[in-house]
């Protein structure tokens, strides 16, 4: 294994060893706290162009598997870890990490001291990082130079309306970069599901006569997207039961007045307890949030907060007042991670039946 | 022979998603009272009115209803004289949110509306339950459905609460 560095913009360096692509890459390094589920964060298309430093000491222990893709192909551009396993064993094992970073020609170091960069990006925030073989002046120099897209959800989202049909619920999914769990739990519970792009507009939508919209989750800055999509949002959320996840949840709120702040620390992974406000349970779900809703800018005659994250007390949930459309800002898909929060897709049904009306 | 079709999870969604919905017909909770009829629809009304008070701060009063008196099955000279009114507070100019576990024929619901009107000319009053079993006798129906459960006659419908039966759950029991 070649020597390889881990590069910062603040003009730190980390010496590790590389493997998957020995390829150059720059992007914008967050850092993870889940104990397991690479695959799924790896594949997470709300990762795009971003390097993961994972603070779980091992990774890679149990391989790639069939089941675990949350998009067809991986759009990060690095992954950090402190020990990559040289063996991996399960019986849904189809590759090793190596491997599979290799085939997607994606770069990973390991033998970084992950606490340290963990403790550093939680005091700095994300920053412009890139994995290279030589850390010289002129390696800092181009970082520094690297202009990160801000057009993210147009890389990853799809470009053209597809079909996952079912026998159920006619189900519209408006795509920033969705994560296949939203699919996987729509199928399980039999919807029949239009996948739009996120320039549809209101008239599209209606006009596939949904019987739900789910706004789904997405990489970068919500307020990077153009406001049609608000306008799309503020006409739909009254006609058709709603439910937003993710970068969804941050455009629901926008719709309706509130304003996105920057978090720091952001929140990867799924340790954080967050409170159903109406139950007073907790529950554990994955997470994946570089923004929040400002809570001081909520209009409260308009929404209702439903979920509360007990370590910083960031709204993780919003509902409005005077119709169903409802939003999420964890993952409720549970992959990977917790499966705690899979009812509110059940909620979701449950609303939409109920627009129905009963069916005798 | 008996079935669970909503399970204690099931159970708490629905109640949620009803709690919901009172806000949103409602534009709020101001002038709401419940009114649970006897004996699980309190415990029902009761979860609601938790649940109210845990998103607006503040508390929803929760009455107890019962209807025996005012029964169209009972002898002529009971539903003559039925019993005085039997809420701790008056429901005059309130929106009155009758609860009950299950709606059937209708007819609990119409001697509910008879005990309630004792009590003063309420604003308006809905009907909040958690299992619709269809099979109406009565021009009446529900605002907040919990769940729809289409049945057979000879079928009867269990709701179990924690508070009187030890869990939470909705039973299809079929004797035959």
């Keep these: 294994m070649a020597d390889r560095y881990l590069i910062l913009e603040d003009g730190s360096a980390y010496l590790g060893e590389g493997f998957g692509s020995p390829a150059v890459s720059t992007g914008e390094i967050v850092f993870n706290t889940s104990m397991t589920g690479y695959q799924e964060i790896i594949t997470n298309q709300i990762y795009h162009n971003q390097i993961i430093a994972f603070t779980q000491p091992t990774i890679g222990s149990y391989g790639i598997n069939h089941d675990s893709y949350e998009s067809i192909l991986p759009t990060v551009k690095g992954v950090v870890v402190r020990d990559v396993a040289s063996i991996s064993t399960n019986r849904q094992r189809r590759w090793s990490l190596d491997q599979y970073l290799k085939q997607q020609n994606i770069p990973g170091i390991s033998h970084i001291d992950t606490r340290h960069l963990a403790k550093q990006l939680r005091a700095s925030g994300p920053m412009k990082a890139s994995i290279v073989d030589v850390a010289d002046a002129h390696a800092f120099d181009q970082l520094g130079a690297t202009v990160l897209t801000n057009q993210q959800v147009a890389a990853v989202a799809t470009p053209k309306p597809f079909p996952n049909p079912g026998t159920g619920l006619n189900v519209v999914v408006i795509d920033f970069g969705l994560k296949h769990g939203i699919l996987r739990e729509l199928s399980k519970r039999a919807c029949n599901v239009t996948v739009l792009p996120y320039t549809a507009t209101t008239e599209e939508i209606i006009n596939l006569d949904p019987d739900g919209v789910i706004l789904s989750t997405g990489p970068g800055k919500p307020q990077d997207l153009p406001d049609s999509v608000l306008t799309m949002i503020q006409n739909i959320q009254n006609r058709i039961p709603l439910f937003a996840i993710g970068l969804g949840h941050e455009l629901f709120a926008m719709a309706n007045g509130a304003q996105i702040m920057k978090l720091s620390p952001e929140h990867h992974g799924a340790n954080h307890p967050i409170r159903e406000v109406i139950t007073n349970q907790i529950i554990y779900a994955s997470q994946g949030q570089g923004f929040a809703v400002d809570p001081t800018t909520i209009d409260r005659n308009k929404l209702i907060t439903t979920f509360v994250d007990l370590i910083d007390g960031t709204i993780q949930g919003l509902r409005y007042r005077d119709f169903p459309a409802f939003s999420v800002q964890f993952f409720p898909d549970g992959a990977p991670g917790p499966t705690d929060a899979l009812d509110v897709f059940d909620e979701f049904v449950e609303s939409m039946q109920q627009a129905r009306g009963p069916v005798w | ?176």
């Design chain 2, 1 to 176: 022979m008996q079935k669970e079709v909503v399970d204690s999870m099931a159970m708490k969604r629905a109640l949620t998603r009803i709690t919901y919905e009172i806000i949103e017909q409602n534009k709020g909770i101001r002038d709401i009272v419940l009114v649970g009829i006897k004996t699980r629809g309190v415990y029902v009304a009761q979860r609601i009115a938790e649940r109210l008070q845990q998103l607006e701060s503040s508390t929803v009063p929760v009455g107890e209803l019962d209807i025996t008196p005012f029964r169209d099955d009972q002898p002529l000279d009971i539903a003559l004289a039925p019993g005085k009114y039997q809420l701790a507070f008056p429901v005059a100019d309130k929106r009155v949110i009758l609860v009950d576990d299950v709606l059937f024929t209708g007819r609990t619901i119409r001697a509910a509306l008879d005990a309630l009107m004792g009590g003063g000319r309420p604003q308006s009053i809905s009907l909040a339950v958690l299992v619709d079993r269809g099979h109406r006798e009565l021009p009446i129906r529900a605002d907040f459905i919990g769940k729809n459960i289409p049945t057979a006659l000879q079928e009867r419908i269990k709701v179990s609460v924690t508070e009187v039966d030890g869990h939470d759950g909705i039973e299809i029991i079929n004797d035959n």
